[in-house]
């Protein structure tokens, strides 16, 4: 008698489960070059859980369901993991887009007030059940493009009743729309506007009671650190308050100049340092002998017009653990697709698209302490996964431009159909 599961999903032209690698943790060098392609696969689903992966004559052999799909002709990942995203935020800001195009810097659109604070006041000004509503809705345009888990950052509020209100909208929306959030808060993305003349002051309300207040909301806490923003010193005493009351911490470094803020991190046990577009050789070294994982987000570089990319060929190679992930946010980075950022890593970092799959699930789930639920389908762990329309799975980095997902799964259930 065959066993009773709740859906077999069968005739997978390529399944890649990362069952070939460790059930938790992140892969490093080498081995993030190994994957397992199962042809024609299976996956047996239990209760939001995977029950078994294989091909499909052994899966149907042992199970049986009432619900069968048949995955004839397409590619089956495990759902992506974004492990930077900024979603809660009230209006896009194409303006500012079009005048980098013409040649205004990143830096300079900031200092007349625009950038991030341009955020800031549309996020104040929006009600919270309105707020809730536009990031329910981005938070579904992942699951679209196959993304089933994110770390998603508050900091569009920068004071402390805006950004508990951005924290609760991010909450609810990830309820709603179905999508496993880790919440972030990042009270130190940029110096409110009322603190500009006296940026200790902010520090001071950082560490003194926005920490304290959101810690109910949020699992890590980041900070931008930059010589236009936060120093490092301001960074360390903002980080190391984080700690005591129990974050996990995150961190905006080296991005526009070389201060040091990879080596800090590292230092301060950080689960992830991210952008390193000036990581130096000391801070690239510590990376690669810590449990740091480097977040390469290469779609900004890209966005801004920027000549310099993170050098990620050289984490990989040195041994660090490498996560990819989109920065989508309305301002750097305005794409929620990590399709795209694989053919941005293929192309600027010379991932293979097993490098860009183990960076975009396992690693990434292991920077937000998702990998004993999400990030790989060993039996047990949630059945999140993805179906896409390519000829092989190196389709993976070599289509861009549009959406590949025709199916994501998440916890067993079909939550995204593109209809034949």
Do not use: W
């Not at 800031?120 to 938070?139: G, I, Y």
């Amino acid at each position: 008698m065959k066993e009773s599961v709740d859906a077999l999903f069968v005739g997978i032209s390529e399944l890649l489960p990362l069952t070939e690698g460790p059930e938790r943790g992140a892969v490093r060098g080498s081995e993030m070059a190994k994957v397992e392609v199962v042809r024609g696969g299976a996956i047996a689903v239990r209760e939001g859980r995977v029950v078994a992966t294989g091909t499909t004559e052994e899966i149907t052999k042992v199970y049986e369901a009432p619900l069968t799909r048949d995955l004839k002709g397409l590619v089956v990942l495990p759902g992506f993991v974004d492990a930077h995203t900024h979603p809660v935020f009230g209006e896009t800001r194409e303006g500012e887009f079009h005048l980098r195009c013409r040649g205004a810097d990143y830096v300079e659109i900031a200092r007349k007030g625009g950038g991030i604070l341009s955020s800031v006041r549309s996020l104040r000004a929006v009600p919270e059940d309105v707020l809730v509503s536009k990031v329910r809705e981005r938070l579904r345009g992942f699951l679209a493009l196959g993304t089933t888990s994110i770390e998603g950052k508050s900091g569009y509020g920068l004071s402390t009743e805006s950004e508990l209100k951005s924290l609760r909208a991010l909450r609810a929306a990830g309820e709603q729309a179905g999508l496993t959030v880790s919440p972030t808060f990042l009270g130190a993305h940029e110096v409110a506007p009322e603190y500009r003349e006296d940026p200790e002051a902010y520090v001071d309300l950082l560490c003194e009671e926005m920490l304290e207040a959101a810690r109910p909301l949020a699992d890590s806490c980041d900070a931008f650190i930059e010589d236009h923003v936060f120093h490092l010193a301001q960074g360390r005493r903002i980080f190391e308050r984080a700690r005591e009351l129990g974050y996990r911490l995150r961190a905006h470094v080296d991005e526009l100049s070389p201060l040091g803020g990879t080596e800090l991190a590292v230092e301060l046990g950080a689960a992830s340092a991210d952008h390193l577009l000036y990581l130096s050789d000391a801070g690239l070294e510590a990376l690669a002998a810590s449990d740091t994982t480097a977040v390469l987000l290469p779609g900004t570089s890209f966005f801004l017009r920027k000549e310099r990319y993170a050098p990620g060929r050289r984490l990989v190679d040195a041994g660090a653990k490498v996560a990819l992930a989109t920065d989508y946010n309305p301002g750097s980075c305005y794409t929620q697709s990590l399709p795209m950022i694989a053919t941005l890593a293929c192309l600027h970092f010379a991932f293979s698209p097993a490098e860009c799959l183990q960076a975009m699930t396992r690693n990434a789930a292991d920077s937000l302490g998702l990998d004993a639920e999400r990030g790989t389908l060993h039996a047990g762990k949630a059945a999140d996964f993805a179906a896409f329309q390519f000829p092989s799975f190196q389709g993976l980095g070599y289509r861009f431009g549009d959406n590949p997902c025709v199916l994501t799964v998440k916890d067993g259930v079909i939550v995204h159909e593109v209809a034949p």
